[in-house]
């Protein structure tokens, strides 16, 4: 059995309060490194359309400021993060079996040319979403070596996914696992508010729980990486919450965040989502309140990788760059992405105070795997989600 680590919220984000309440950071910043970028750049973006589109946007205007064209333009597609993988992998299936011929001889830095050389990507980068496609991803090797602008002003738990990544992740944003409760919804069914795991294995929620398939999104396995550590390591125990927690459930979506967005319209009493998407939907005016569970949560970082024989390669390196800027990072807040930026100069977003009493789980690094992630994934599929409910 492993024991589950708990670890204050304040300690994991790095932040003060006077952090959380800075003013937008103001300065001058040298954007030379876009300079000479053209052509085309294509990417795979794991948030919400409008952040995607937000920063994309912000891109191509600097890019073409600083070079006084527009011979430059990214674009992006919006799909969920293990779709994103899923999808490169296939599209990098024949590469990965050239690559293994030609470069078998070939050892440290040397297979590392060999491997760029030879692979042929569609795609630049990849970049937002949770945390775990992307660390079980690098063990299909799907990213390419890059020295992100890491120093002082980056927060340890972002330089710590670059680190442990041997320099093939960066780390953008944190978010918090938790439940979005339609308020209004509560009231009229005369119910309890859930305030832990263990209370969404209560009948009085039978049909009122939404979370996403754990085989299409990201924050579905960052939902079951929780529950399976929320007894302090007691994985059996986790997985009979699930199973319980399933009786419950009303959908199972594509999307991470459609749970959390029928919390807010009232289509269901409970959505399974990310912090910073419920306190986005309770500064819209939507009748939710956030809960963190009272067992615990994890907390995911924001990723971003260059893929495998990137061709436009130049753009996709000074895209990763441009994604650490403060004012870069600022830009999601603008369009109700509320998460905690990896710059310290970046002002948190106004309402992200909301979680910073979390109670955190310092996740075991097995579920970042991709064969402990296949094993649980799978037992979920054949065994949890054809049970009738």
């Known amino acids: 059995m492993h024991n589950t680590k708990q670890i204050p919220f304040m300690t994991v984000l790095g932040l003060t309060s006077s952090i959380l309440a800075a003013d937008v950071y103001a300065s001058d910043v040298d954007y030379s490194y876009l300079k000479?970028?053209?052509?085309?750049?294509?990417?795979?973006?794991?948030?919400?359309?409008?952040?995607?589109?937000?920063?994309?946007?912000?891109?191509?205007?600097?890019?073409?400021?600083?070079?006084?064209?527009n011979d430059f333009q990214a674009k992006f597609i919006r799909i969920s993060t293990s779709e994103i993988m899923s999808r490169l992998k296939g599209e990098l299936e024949k590469s990965a079996r050239a690559a293994k011929q030609r470069c078998k001889s070939k050892q440290a830095s040397e297979l590392e040319a060999c491997k760029e050389s030879v692979y042929k990507s569609k795609v630049d980068i990849a970049f937002y979403g949770t945390d775990d496609p992307y660390k079980t991803a690098l063990q299909d090797d799907l990213f390419a070596q890059h020295k992100y602008p890491l120093n002082e002003n980056i927060q340890p738990w972002a330089q710590d996914i670059t680190f442990k990544s041997d320099n093939r992740l960066g780390g953008l944003y944190m978010g918090v696992l938790g439940l979005a409760v339609n308020t209004e919804l509560l009231e009229k069914l005369?119910?309890?508010?859930?305030?832990?795991?263990?209370?969404?294995?209560?009948?009085?929620?039978?049909?009122?729980?939404?979370?996403?398939?754990?085989?299409?999104?990201?924050?579905?396995?960052?939902?079951?990486?929780?529950?399976?550590?929320?007894?302090?390591?007691?994985?059996d125990k986790g997985w009979d919450s699930v199973k319980?927690?399933?009786?419950?459930?009303?959908?199972?979506?594509?999307?991470?965040?459609?749970?959390?967005?029928?919390?807010?319209?009232?289509?269901?009493?409970?959505?399974?989502?990310?912090?910073?998407?419920?306190?986005?939907?309770?500064?819209?005016?939507?009748?939710?309140?956030?809960?963190?569970?009272?067992?615990?949560?994890?907390?995911?970082?924001?990723?971003?990788g260059i893929v495998r024989g990137a061709p436009n390669r130049a753009a996709a390196e000074a895209f990763t760059t441009f994604l650490y800027e403060p004012s870069t990072q600022e830009v999601l807040a603008t369009v109700?992405?509320?998460?905690?930026?990896?710059?310290?100069?970046?002002?948190?977003?106004?309402?992200?105070?909301?979680?910073?009493?979390?109670?955190?789980?310092?996740?075991?690094?097995?579920?970042?795997?991709?064969?402990?992630k296949d094993a649980i994934i799978s037992k979920w599929t054949n065994e949890i989600f054809p049970i009738s409910r």
């Open 36 to 69: 000479g970028i053209s052509g085309d750049m294509l990417s795979y973006c794991g948030a919400e359309e409008v952040a995607c589109a937000a920063v994309i946007d912000a891109f191509n205007s600097k890019v073409a400021e600083v070079n006084g064209n």
């Open 190 to 235: 005369n119910l309890p508010k859930p305030m832990c795991w263990a209370d969404l294995e209560k009948d009085i929620y039978k049909g009122q729980v939404v979370v996403a398939n754990w085989n299409t999104s990201g924050t579905a396995y960052k939902f079951a990486a929780s529950v399976l550590q929320a007894y302090h390591g007691d994985i």
């Open 244 to 304: 319980k927690i399933h009786q419950n459930v009303s959908q199972y979506t594509k999307s991470g965040s459609k749970g959390v967005k029928m919390a807010a319209s009232g289509e269901t009493l409970i959505g399974i989502g990310f912090g910073h998407d419920i306190v986005g939907l309770i500064q819209q005016g939507f009748p939710i309140e956030l809960v963190v569970p009272c067992e615990g949560t994890l907390f995911e970082v924001g990723p971003v």
């Open 336 to 372: 109700g992405s509320l998460q905690f930026p990896s710059n310290k100069n970046a002002a948190s977003p106004k309402g992200s105070e909301a979680v910073k009493s979390a109670k955190l789980i310092a996740s075991d690094d097995r579920f970042s795997t991709k064969e402990y």
